[in-house]
């Protein structure tokens, strides 16, 4: 997969444009009613800063807990934004999050803080920067899990990262751009030899004896799946 490829891939999710879309919005908000240029910067600041600590908390504690499937409500959610992803990674339907997720936590990461800083103009600038954040962040899962080769340091130690991730071992490495948060709590892994190769790195822990207990996930796959059903790894 050539670069021209996969930005014709990325630009053809719809979740990309919705958030291309809502940042223009916020910014024709922050226009209308803008904040001073410190409140600004410092409300597009937190944003930036704060995206990664928030992306790992969800990822590692809630999109990893082992709490959403047992709640009949919330295991069709938890099957879509995270179940699927890890059955089969490079699966391209299932690789962005879907809007009615994704959305609210955006919103709820930037927005209120930057209202704090600089009222209606600071939490559009914000939310605006939560929001590119998400852009960049989905390009480079697209890096990671397409048939593309990064060229770029960085980008080839985060593909190896997320990819150790979801071939190796689940319990590690949960940041996708940024692994600062995973070195502070102690969830970063270089290299695979590090660790032993997780048992639940495909289910989640959704095991058939879970299965049992806590049905709904599996009567929405049809089955539980005990292994993975594209077994390798696309680099390119």
């Not at 803080?113 to 559009?124: D, K, L, V």
Request: charged share 15%; hydrophobic share 45%.
């Amino acid at each position: 997969m050539t670069m021209k490829q996969l930005v014709v891939a990325y630009f053809q999710y719809p979740a990309v444009i919705a958030y291309l879309l809502l940042s223009v919005v916020s910014i024709g908000v922050w226009i209308a009613r803008p904040a001073g240029l410190i409140a600004t910067i410092a409300s597009a600041a937190v944003a930036v800063i704060l995206y990664p600590l928030v992306w790992y908390c969800l990822h590692r504690w809630v999109l990893h807990s082992r709490w959403m499937f047992k709640v009949p409500m919330l295991a069709a959610t938890w099957k879509r934004i995270h179940y699927d992803h890890h059955q089969d990674p490079n699966r391209l339907e299932i690789l962005f999050g879907a809007l009615h997720t994704t959305l609210p936590a955006i919103v709820l990461a930037t927005a209120p803080i930057g209202y704090a800083i600089g009222g209606i103009g600071g939490a559009a600038a914000g939310l605006a920067s939560g929001l590119l954040m998400t852009c960049f962040y989905e390009f480079c899962h697209c890096i990671q899990h397409l048939a593309y080769t990064p060229k770029n340091p960085m980008l080839v130690m985060m593909k190896q990262r997320h990819m150790a991730h979801h071939f190796h071992d689940e319990t590690g490495n949960f940041g996708i751009t940024n692994f600062f948060w995973d070195r502070l709590f102690g969830t970063s892994y270089e290299k695979v030899s590090q660790r032993k190769k997780s048992p639940t790195v495909f289910n989640l822990g959704y095991t058939p004896e879970v299965a049992k207990l806590y049905p709904k996930v599996a009567e929405l796959s049809g089955g539980v799946a005990t292994g993975h059903p594209a077994s390798r790894i696309r680099q390119g």
